[in-house]
Each structure stands twice: as C-alpha cells, then as structure tokens.
C-alpha cells in the first residue's frame, strides 16, 4: 500500500490531543501493517479529539490520524466528509447547533432562527448552524452549545430563547445541562422507569438499593440457558423500530461457531422526534450497563460497545462514570460478580450521522469506515462487528431485559397485549400540556397516552399525530382509539417506531413538517445508492414544489410521480433509511390530504 | 433471519427464475443464474472483476417472500427461491432508476445506461428541467447534513466544470453516477494505491482525493485502472476529451488491435484505439487472465510519448 500522507504537520496542541487517544508515536513505524489495520477503529475517536480540541480536522490533523492509523489519506477523509460533526475548513471553536426539527419547528424554532440570522452574526469567535433533532423534543426548541478546547465543552440547551442563543454565542456562559421532565415520577406500575429521578443516577449504592444488579445476579444463577429461556418467553422484541425477537436475536448469537463475539448498544437516537433513550441513559446509565452484561455473559461475548450519538454530552458523562463505578466494584472486568467470566464495556461516539442508527452502518462506523449501510444477509448475527457474530441491540431493548430476568417472562406479560407483552415507552411531544416521556403497557390507546400527556395545549383536539418519527406516518383525527400495540398499529398500516408520538393541532401548518421531513432524509441519506440518493432529492423538489402550489404539469401527475418515487425507494434501496422516505409525505397526502387545500 | 451455514463448496443449488428452473453452484449470485438462463439483466456498478457494491440498483429482481427488491448482482442463491426479473414491480424500478440518473448524471458519453433508459422507457424529463450547474468547487465546499433550500423549478444535477489537473486523464464528474467502480479498482480490488474514496455524503457524495487535492498531489501513480472500469466516460484519457471537445471523436473511424505490452516482462495485453493513425485510447481486456483489465502507468498512457 503506497500512503502519501499529507504533507503539513499538525499543530503540537492538535498532535497531543491525538496522542491522548492513540497513545505517544512509536519511535519508529510499527511496520506491521495488520497491527495498525486492527486500529483503525480508533479513527472516530481521534477525529473527535481534533475536533473537540481545535473546533476543526485540520489537513495537519488529518495526516498525523492517517499516518498513525495507517488508512489511506483520501479514505480517512472521505470518512471524515461524511459526518456532520466534523468541520474540514476552520471554524470559530465555538458553535451553537439549533434545532430546527419537527418538534421545535412547532415550538417556534422558525422565528427563533430568523431572528438569529438578523442578530447574531458569525465571528471568528463563534458561530450557529441549523441541526437535525437533537434528542430534546420535549424541552423545544432545543440546541446544542460546544466549544473547542482542553477541555471541550458540551451541553444541550432546552427551552431556547433568543436571549438565551445570543449570551450563550457572546459570552460563552457556562451552561448547565437540563434535567428532563418526567411527568411520571412517582407513579407506581413503572419498569423501565422506575428509578428515573428517584435515584442518584451517578451512584451504584443508590442504584443498588432500588433494586439494580439483582437481575445480573439472577442471571448468573439460571445461566445462559435459563435467560434465553425467559428472554424467549417473554416475547420481547426490539424497540429500535424493525420489531425483531430479541430472544432469537441473542439465540443466534450464542450458538454462532465464531468467536470473539461482540453485544452492541444503539443508542444513536437520532429519529425526530426521539429522546427516551436519552432520558435512560441519564437518568438510569447502570441500568443499561447491567442489562449489556447479562446480554454478555448470555451470548459469550467479552466486549460490548455503546454507540452513543455524539448529541448526548450528558448521557456520555453518565454513562462513563457509571461504567468506571461497575468496574471498580468487579461488576464489569476480568471477572463479574466474583465469576470467572469477563466483560467489558466502550463507549463509541457517532458524529452527526442518522444513518449510523442503522445496524449495519453503526457496525461500519465503529469499524472506522463511512458509516455505510449493506446488504442483508448476512445478518450482524452471523457478521457483526469486525466480522464475528453480533447482539445489536436498542438502548430501550436492552433496558426491558434485566426486569424480564430478574421477575420471569410470565410476570412481563401480565402486562401489555398478547402479541405486544409489556411496557413501552412513547416520547410525546408537539402540542401537548406535558410533553415527556411516558411508559404505557403497550395496547394503551393513543387518545389515552395524549390524555395522560396532559391533552393538547389551551383545551383543542389533536388534528393529527406523526406516530414513529419522520420514518412513520401521520394519522389523522379519528385516530384517537387507535391501540399503541405492534398488532394494531401493523393492521392499521402505521408503526409505533421508536415511540415518537408528535402532536398537532389545527395551529400547525402541516406542509412545513412535511417539507422539513422531506429535506431531512435528503440531508440524511448516505448517499449510496441512487433510488435513496437521488430519490429524497428528487421528493424534497416535488415537496417543495407542491407546498408552493407551483406543480410542473398539473397536481394529478405530481402526486402520482411522488407515489411512484415513493415505491422505488421502499422497494429498492439498500436500507431502512431510503425505504422510508417516503412513508411520512405518502401518509400526510393521503390520510391528511395534503397539498390538495387551495387546488380546483 | 436465516443463519447460512457453509456447506460443502460444491453443492448446487437450484432455483426457480421467470417459471425456469437452474441449478448453479452454490456461492453464486442470482445474476450468475440469470446469466445461465440466458436472461439479459442490466447491470451498472458490478464488474466481474470487482466486488460487488450493489449501489445502482437497476439489476433489482423480485424474490417471492422478500419484502423489497433486492439486487441480483451481490444476492447470493438460496434452494428453493423464486424470482422474477420482470415483474411490473421490477420495470418500475428499474425505471425509476433510470429516470433517477438521467435526470442528474450527463451520460451523454455512457452508451450502456443510455440504453437502459431506452429499454425501460425512461422518462427523466417528468422531474422537471434541469437546475444550474455548480461552479468549481462548490460540490467539494458543501458539508455533510447541512441543508441548502432546493433550488426551484427543475432537478438538481451533478453538473460541475471537468478537473484537469494532469496530462493522461481527465475527471468529469458531472457524468458520474457513483457505482464506486473506480475507487474499488484503485484501491483493494487491483491497484491498492488507494488515491481515490467516496468523500461527503448523499446527494453530494462524490469522489475525491484528500481534501480535494489535485491527483498529482495525491497517492495516484496514474495507472489509469480507474478509467478502465468506469461505466459512463467519467473517467476519460485526455487525448479521448480534447478529441470529443473538437468533435473529432470518432469511434466509427477506429481500429482495435490487441498487443503485448513490451514495457516489462509481466506481458499485458493491451488494446490500443487508433483513429486516423494515431492511437487515442489504450485499454486491456477485463477477462484477460494477465491483466483483468487492469495495466499500469506504462501501458496505460505510455503510448503517449512514442507515436507509432
Ligand atoms: C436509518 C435507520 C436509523 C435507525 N436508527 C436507530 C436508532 O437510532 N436506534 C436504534 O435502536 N435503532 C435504529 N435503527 C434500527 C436498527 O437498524 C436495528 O434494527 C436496531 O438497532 C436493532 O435493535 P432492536 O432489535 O433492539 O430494536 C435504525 C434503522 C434505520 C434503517
Ligand atoms: S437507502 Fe439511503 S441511507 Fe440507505 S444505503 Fe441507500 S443511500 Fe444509504
Ligand atoms: S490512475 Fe490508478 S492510482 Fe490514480 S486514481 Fe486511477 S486507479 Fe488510482
Ligand atoms: S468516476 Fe466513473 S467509475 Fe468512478 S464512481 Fe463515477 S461513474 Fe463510477
Ligand atoms: S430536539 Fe428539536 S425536534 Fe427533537
Ligand atoms: S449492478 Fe447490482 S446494484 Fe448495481
């Protein structure tokens, strides 16, 4: 392999950054090109620490990674290029990321950037950019302060003012994290809340105390056979929207002749409309770490990643703190509990991609390639990550198993419907009194779920719900019996996804969403292939060009040529991404009959 | 899910297509059983030389109980499937497809896509009017995820102004559909310079060398590997593009003849394009057993210098 690397040298505080994640440079070249391959895992990490450190990945920077990873300049860049939280070209070390997605457009993100783009105009100091959901639907409008430095500074913003946006640019105030709303504290029934705000979520005693860690131990009394029993029994399937059988997933894995094996955690959150992962993570991080040791010890894998969405500064403090506590009390390591089994947990940052929720590509992108997805099979079952078999498995999935462990399968489906046994948690936000995340036995109807969110703001009625995120559909009015289970909403033609619940009322224009939707999944795509490629660019000018009531030919063969586009992409793009793209516009066009009003 | 278990390498499968029953080893793909039965199906980013991406889409044929299309040039044969390669869903497509890459790729110098287009009654033009062109890099300054308003009235192209940067070959992209052919032989599939990548993502995925750098400033070694595998003229020999800009290229006034290369003692196989006396082209034939297709700088450009 011939590497040119480029030619300028890093800076010595950007070198020292990368050496802080990759180690000093070894005095000469390992010369073993295999041992630098096995690390190109660490070319995120190093990106981010460049980044982070300097607010850009300098060509310098650039180099110093390639050359110590050995990958290829032009790859590593085509890596980099391809995620939004990396800038190429200098940049102010500052940078406000404000939320203009679903849910704070109908807070009033519109107006706050329009009057951001009269006020605050960019220096080289700091700057402001439009971002994607930030995982903060429920605390609207939202963004996302960082800051280039030693250390780098981090922090969501709820509630966002103009005042706010333009101290935090100015005077780069300290800002201090939200802590989110939950509507539910203290109620009794819950599960997998139940210890959101009631513990310490920085302490293993207090965790310990309300009950954590006794699953674990279960689990290491029944054994790998006994949890996959109950796992299986319970009928639990994925949270993170593609509604697989966990139990076989973890099956599959445990008797996979390969080894090493590996436990992932998806917790890239990035649907809009999304963010109960997040309030798991932060208020309950050894909850999760619990859950990936039993999903360990089960499948026979010695190491799990967490792929966290760089977007959650505080679910990755928490999450680190609480994988150091698990540790230092032989709780993960090379023994568990006192037992001759080992396991280990890492934490992997994503850097602004929503593909990377896709399994595949996540598995691409802790690899340190373009988070690409691929063709299945095979299955990451089979070939996960770094090719051996693979549990990949949602932050909310895994979370439901140490309660399945710990009181049976019998005992989780006393709760829930017989084809959707036990709880679920939906993020409800948009017009609703209080937004939040709710935890409802699944088959609880969605005019109840809004009724407990408080019903819609000022007293109205919902005029429509966006159920599942910008991949899901709209339903409209008369939806309100609809049952929250797989079964209903499958027969019903929508899908509870990751549990987005958006509420609109009759002052939300509906067109904007859908055209914000549109461009989402365009500015989204990985860009792979051609049906998905072009296709949401392709959906994004029809979309726009229906909301400006300015059709080419007429509106008849507008909708049609959508529909069409539509099917093509369901049909033929390699991943979930681009054969949802469409689902939202198809719903709104059809159960809403947009894009109709003001046409003959 | 199914989980495949390797079998003994040997075993033929057998699978139903279009009503027609073929056997074929297992390992291969349903491209390969279609070809078997003599089924023509149009095929973009796969080369036999190449690992397969399945990036293009418009080989998609209809497996029966599979919940989308899926594409026949990676789809390995299981027993027992049933397909069809031209199903109503499947022409759609396929034609969407097209309509797709037509209507934002110049494949005026792509002579296979055009005639997929043709075949499938491609209609890019129902997508409205082409929008402006980009100016020289643009494509390159735009970031990942950052959203630009779409420009109105028409489709967005990839049109941008050709790079030329160097004396043997060209890069036009304003005709690349992204098939990731020309990375792949840069990079493991044959030449293992790995000069080239995809940088950016979606729509303005395109590829690049390192932070856009000139070729010559970059790892190539001008084998010209990529222009040997690229499918729509993208890639062209420079003496090829100052020809068609004069409109003097001529393909009906050409002559191929197969030589060996007498650089070195490998033994190429060359095939050197000749218009009017002059060579214009060299190329290598991709089920050479020598070359697959692929030559180095010497070959490839060499020529160049010694007129014959
Ligand atoms: C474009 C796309 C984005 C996705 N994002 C996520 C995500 O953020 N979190 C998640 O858990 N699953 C996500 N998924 C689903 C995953 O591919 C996968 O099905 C899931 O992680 C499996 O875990 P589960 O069985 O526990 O649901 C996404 C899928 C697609 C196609
Ligand atoms: S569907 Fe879209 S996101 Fe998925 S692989 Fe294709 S281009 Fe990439
Ligand atoms: S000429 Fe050869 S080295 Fe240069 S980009 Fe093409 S394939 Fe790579
Ligand atoms: S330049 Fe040619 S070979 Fe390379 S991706 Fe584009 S069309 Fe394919
Ligand atoms: S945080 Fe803005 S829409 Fe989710
Ligand atoms: S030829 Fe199969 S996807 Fe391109």
């Known amino acids: 392999m011939d590497l040119r690397a480029l030619e300028a040298p890093p800076t010595d505080v950007e070198r020292a950054a990368i050496d802080a994640v990759l180690g000093p440079a070894p005095e000469a070249p390992s010369g073993s090109w295999l041992s630098a391959k096995a690390r190109r895992h660490l070319l995120l990490p190093a990106l981010h620490a460049a980044q982070g450190r300097v607010g850009f990945v300098s060509p310098g920077a650039l180099g110093y990674i390639c050359t110590r990873l050995e990958v290829p300049p ?65 605390q609207a409008p939202a963004a996302l302060y960082t800051r280039a430095g030693a250390p780098a500074v981090e922090r969501a913003v709820g509630g966002l003012t103009l005042e706010r946006a333009l101290a935090l640019l100015r005077t780069g105030e300290s800002v201090t994290a939200p802590e989110p709303a939950l509507p539910q504290l203290g109620e009794p029934g819950l599960r997998l809340l139940a210890r959101a705000g009631r513990v310490d979520p920085t302490s293993l005693d207090d965790h310990r105390a309300h009950g954590g860690y006794r699953a674990l131990r279960r689990a290491l009394e029944i054994g790998p056979g006994g949890v996959l029993r109950e796992l299986v029994e319970s009928g639990l399937v994925g949270r993170g929207g593609a509604l697989f059988p966990t ?77 150091a506590q698990a540790r230092a009390r032989g709780l993960l390591g090379p023994t568990v509990m006192g037992r001759e089994v080992a396991f280990e947990i890492e934490i992997r940052r994503g850097a602004g991609a929503y593909v990377c929720g896709e399994e595949t590509a996540l598995l691409a992108s802790i690899e340190g390639y373009r988070g690409e997805p691929r063709s299945k099979p095979p299955f990451p079952v089979e070939v996960g990550l770094f090719g051996k078999p693979t549990v990949i498995n949602n932050v909310e999935t895994l979370c439901n198993v140490p309660f399945i462990v710990e009181h049976g399968a019998a005992a989780y489906r006393s709760v829930g419907t017989a084809g959707s046994p036990g709880t679920r948690l939906f993020c409800v936000s948009g017009r609703v009194e209080r937004p939040g995340v709710y935890e409802l036995p699944l088959g609880t109807p969605l005019g109840e779920l809004i009724a407990r969110a408080g019903g819609v703001k000022g007293g109205g009625a919902p005029a429509a719900v966006l159920l599942g995120g910008a991949a899901g559909s709209f339903v409209g009015r008369g939806s309100l019996d609809l049952r929250l289970s797989f079964e209903d909403t499958r027969h019903a033609g929508v899908t509870l996804g990751s549990g987005v619940v958006l509420v609109l ?56 040529l959508l529909r069409e586009l539509g099917q093509v992409m369901r049909d033929a793009s390699i991943c979930g991404l681009g054969q949802t793209a469409s689902s939202a516009v198809e719903s709104a066009i059809e159960r809403l009959g947009a894009f109709r009003e003001g046409e003959s | 899910m199914t989980v495949h278990l390797p079998l003994a390498p040997t075993r033929a499968v057998e699978v139903s ?27 973009l980013c796969h080369a036999p030389n190449l690992t397969p991406m399945n990036v293009c889409r418009v080989c998609v044929v209809e497996v029966e109980g599979a919940r989308t299309l899926v594409p026949s040039c990676s789809r390995k044969v299981e027993a027992g499937m049933v397909v069809k390669t ?42 409205g009017p082409a929008t402006p062109a980009a100016a020289a890099g643009e494509r390159e300054g735009r970031r990942a995820g950052q959203h630009r308003e779409p420009p109105s009235g028409g489709a967005e192209t990839v049109a941008q102004p050709v790079k030329i940067d160097n004396e043997l070959f060209v890069r036009d992209y304003a005709k690349c559909l992204l098939c990731y052919k020309c990375v792949e032989a840069c990079g493991a599939d044959a030449q293992n310079t790995f000069a080239i990548a995809v940088a950016g993502r979606g729509f303005d995925a395109r590829i690049a060398t390192e932070f856009d750098v000139p070729l010559p400033e970059s790892a190539c070694v001008f084998c010209g590997n990529c222009i040997g595998v690229c499918p729509t003229g993208a890639l062209m020999f420079h003496s090829e593009h100052v020809l068609r800009a004069a409109g003097q290229w001529d393909e009906t006034e050409q002559t191929k003849t197969d030589t060996v290369c007498s650089y070195c003692g490998v033994g190429c196989v060359i095939t050197l394009h000749t218009q009017r006396g002059q060579i214009v082209k060299a190329t290598s034939p991709h089920d050479s057993e020598v070359t697959n297709g692929h030559l180095c700088i010497k070959g490839r450009f060499g020529w160049g210098y010694v007129r014959p």
């Open chain 1, 247 to 323: 139990g076989r997933k973890w099956e599959a894995v445990a008797k996979a002749p390969a080894r090493p094996r590996y436990v992932v955690c998806n917790a890239d959150e990035s649907e809009p409309g999304t963010f109960k992962d997040r309030v798991l993570m932060e208020q309950d991080p050894f909850a999760l770490v619990e859950a990936m040791t039993i999903a360990g010890l089960t499948v026979g894998a010695e190491r799990g990643f967490i792929y966290l969405r760089a977007e959650y500064p505080l679910a990755a403090e928490r999450l680190t703190h609480a994988i």
């Open chain 1, 505 to 560: 009322d009759d002052s939300v224009p509906l067109e904007p969403l859908l055209a914000r939707i549109a461009a989402f999944f365009r500015d989204e795509s990985c860009g792979q292939c051609v049906p998905c490629r072009v296709g949401t660019v392709r959906q994004e000018e029809l979309v726009t060009r229906l909301g400006k009531r300015e059709p080419l030919g007429g509106l008849a063969g507008e909708l049609a």
């Open chain 2, 86 to 127: 031209d199903s109503e869903r499947v022409r759609l497509a396929r034609r969407l497809v097209m309509e797709l890459l037509a209507s934002s790729v110049d494949l005026s110098t792509a002579p296979e896509a055009r005639a997929f287009v043709e075949r499938y009654g491609a209609r890019p033009e129902r997508f």
């Open chain 1, 74 to 138: 032009a790859e590593g860049f085509g890596v980099a290029s391809f995620y939004a939280l990396f800038a190429l070209a200098a940049r102010p070390p500052a940078a406000l990321h404000v939320c203009d997605d679903l849910a704070c457009k109908v807070a009033g993100a519109d107006s706050l950037i329009d009057d951001l783009t009269c006020r605050a105009s960019p220096s080289d100091e700091h700057a402001w950019h439009r971002s994607p959901c930030l995982g903060l639907c429920e």
């Open chain 2, 17 to 43: 297509i279009d009503g027609r029953p073929v056997s074929v080893p297992e390992g291969a793909t349903l491209l390969d059983a279609c070809r078997k039965l003599g089924i023509d199906v149009p095929t």
